[in-house]
């Protein structure tokens, strides 16, 4: 603990003794909306399967068996087999994790970049505020997807590209919310007295404002992150993002494509797990953001 | 109000100038050697500075962001690495395609949303609202690709009713361009039978395409709705003995208008880019097909046009929804930049 934190204990918002109790006011409320009881559910589910994806696998999910080929869905193989003969149960359990890593990786970078630019301009004001704002409303002014899409065509197809991409059109949402919450927390009285007991520019942006933003980040995030599994999905389904064999479910979507008419199972459950997948965050979100913000609460 | 279309007009500049630089760092700067991209990948050291030269890329590259933005504002958006025509020409060609796709999905977001979203909003907590809600929520989490997938395969492989993909039948005769757009350009030339065919041909594309906008519209109508039914004008309106049906039509319906128009307006984007996922599941050829047949042939001029239009299209449709959202709301003026209430 450094002095200025010491110095005024009193004014610092009480987070670490609040919070246990609020915590668990949310979780209560959050499961007591059936609906968000669901997202909860299947969420927890799709990261148990992402973590345990190769105990429970049934098959490898890279490795070509041709005497399998576009087997209907039977006893052996659940969903069928794809144009190699791989299980395509054993490529949706794999291509869970690529999903939620790439996910979370999205919102990884377009998050703290968001933040800091948003810090930065919430908390300076000015023309720093001016400049880095008129650059956000730049990227705003493309739709999400095509710009995404432009991007990660020049960096090259590639998981990890349509990833970098999807964040780079992602962080002026977060820029933007950080620095409105900035704007309005710089003027609070604990911030006031952090200052006038000597606290440091940096200190004050990173351990008093920063620290109130987390909700409504944290928020943000579960509210994106089935929009960029969609995203991404998205842009491996047209070509940009996992490239074969990686078993991811755009791709597998976008192979299946060439065989719907007949092997119907080859973009059924890929899809399905896609939508299951971004429906269970979004219901999850939805459900964070009602019992977080009291405004919502009805 | 003039003043507010003036403010957002220079912006326009501003947003357009800034697109610009990301375009040109995207083509120029970020691929390491954009002249060996240009001259192909078996070209020669002699052919890639042959073709430097030619496209001025062996200039400084303030030099190139000024031939770039010169060539830009002569609608020039260079030659496409695919079939070697003009950019600017084949997005033309292309564009009608995809403009007549998008608004019939705006149609159908607009007829059906609004009215569905003010049905959820009045019977609210009722078992038509949870089930609209549940559908709401499916129909955001649809991938666009999926869901047009799964819809050739009821109405074309199961119910055989509607056709699989493209613009017309491979038998229909396209009509003499005049808009590029079917539905018109049919009507215009008195060919009826081709009309019913694009018409046909059109509903499932704009279906898939109008899914997800059309759960976002439902549900901020709802909530807007549900919004305006506590207010007390409507309160008034309903205590003076007005029939309830006027009062949802005058009171209720025009006033959840105004926050459903900024949400749909935002949703043009989705669907301009969405465009590009149906059009690929659908074969539809508009610049979302093109685009993405760029993508597999690394065609970055063809790439970074469609981005460009794209964008450009998106921003205009956002200034007019705003000039839209003050002739809606006359409290609001952006001019003054004060909020009477």
Redesign the interface.
Known sequence: MSESATSAPMLEPATAWVAPVRRRGTLRRLVANPLSAVGLALVLFAVAVALAAPLIAPADPIAMMPDLRLQPPNLAHWMGTDDGGRDILSRIIFGTRSSLLTALGILAVASVTGTAIGLAAGYFGGWVDEVLMRITDMFLAFPALVLAMGMAATLGPSLFNAMLATAVVWWPWYARLVRGQALHLKHEAFVEAARVSGASALRIAFHHILRNCLTPIIVQMSLDIGYAILTLASLSFIGLGAQAPTPEWGSMVSIGRDYFLDQWWMVTFPGLAIFLAVMAFNLLGDGLQEALSPRLRR | MGTFILRRLM?LV??LA??C???FT??HV??GDPARLLAGQHASAEEVRTVASMYGLDRPLPTQFWIYVRNLLHGDLGLSLTDRRPVSEDLGQFLPASMELTLAAVLLVVLIGLPVGLWAGVSRGRPIDHLL??LT??G???????FG??L??VF??QLQILPIGGRLGILDMEPPRVTGFYLIDTLLAGDLPTFGSALVHLILPASALAAGSLAVVTRMMRASVIEVLDADHVRTARAKGLLPAIVLTRHVFRNALIPTTTVLGLQV??L???N??AE??FNWPGIGLY??N???N?D?PS??G??LV??VI??LV?LLVDIAYVALDPRISYGAGKRRT
């Open positions: 912006f501003l947003v800034g697109m630089v990301i375009t995207l083509t970020v691929p809600r549940f929520v499916g955001v989490s649809m991938p666009i690709f999926w997938i799964i050739q395969i074309y492989k984007g989705a301009l880019a969405g590009v996922l690929v599941v685009a993405v760029a993508i597999r690394l970055y790439i970074m469609v981005t794209i964008s998106y921003v956002n």
